[in-house]
């Protein structure tokens, strides 16, 4: 009953460096998601997929890459740690759009210096 | 403006209390209409979703005012375990998107 699983849980990055967040559901839910949450602000959307081959960007998408290989799979890449990036990332998944719910994964603690 | 606003609180309250608080939300266009709760470190999770004829789950009830553009959740008989955020989410129409608001404390205290 895995639900959405996201690794790592906690990282820490240089400037400069790159690394990829993983995300897996196995809901075979068409609708993905990635958000950044930062105190005080709410959560805010940096890509999504409403099915695989498909992505388009959020709110916030700069400094960020997404690809959709499969239903199950949405990687999210920093392509250049930067310190302003520090947050938590949350992966979610939804079956559809209107009154259904989005199932989130544990989160992702990253920071960077 | 923010799509979605909410008092940040926090709200702190005994035991057996009854704690309302709302959100307000800019599109008027929206659709759908959700509370998430978070507990301090974890993912949101599905509180309950929000009918436009308000309603009940338990302890917790919530309402929509379309007209003012607002949603409300009322918890009475507060447990200690009620201690969390409570996250305001909206979706427009048609949208898989959803938009929150940076959350309400509520800290129920023995």
């Known amino acids: 009953n895995a639900g959405v699983t996201q690794t790592p849980k906690f990282q820490v990055l240089k400037t400069g460096q790159s690394m990829t967040l993983q995300c897996a559901q196995d809901?075979?839910?068409?609708?993905m998601s990635w958000y950044r949450q930062d105190p005080g602000m709410g959560l805010r959307l940096i890509h999504y997929?409403?099915?695989?081959?498909?992505?388009d960007q959020g709110e916030v998408p700069n400094g960020y890459n997404v690809s959709r290989s499969t239903t199950e799979d949405f990687p999210l890449r920093l392509l250049s740690a930067a310190p302003s990036q520090t947050s938590v990332y949350f992966c979610?998944?939804?079956?559809?759009?209107?009154?259904?719910?989005?199932?989130f994964g544990q989160g992702t603690r990253l920071t960077v210096v | 403006r923010k799509e979605v606003e909410q008092d940040p609180g926090p709200f702190n309250v005994p035991e057996g209390a009854t704690v309302a608080f709302n959100c307000t939300y800019s599109?008027?266009?929206?659709?759908?209409f959700f509370w998430y709760r978070q507990d301090c470190r974890k993912e949101p999770k599905l509180l309950m979703s929000?009918?436009?004829s308000g309603n009940e789950d338990g302890r917790f009830t919530a309402q929509l005012n379309r007209a003012s553009q607002y949603i409300s959740l009322l918890i009475r008989d507060s447990k200690l375990s009620d201690s969390a955020t409570y996250l305001c989410?909206?979706?427009?129409?048609?949208?898989?998107?959803?938009?929150f608001g940076a959350g309400t404390t509520v800290t129920v205290r023995a």
């Open positions: 979610a998944s939804s079956r559809e759009y209107g009154n259904t719910e989005a199932f």
């Open positions: 809901m075979n839910h068409e609708y």
């Open positions: 997929s409403v099915g695989a081959g498909i992505t």
């Open positions: 599109n008027s266009a929206s659709q759908s």
């Open positions: 929000v009918y436009s």
């Open positions: 989410v909206v979706r427009g129409k048609n949208d898989y998107k959803l938009s």
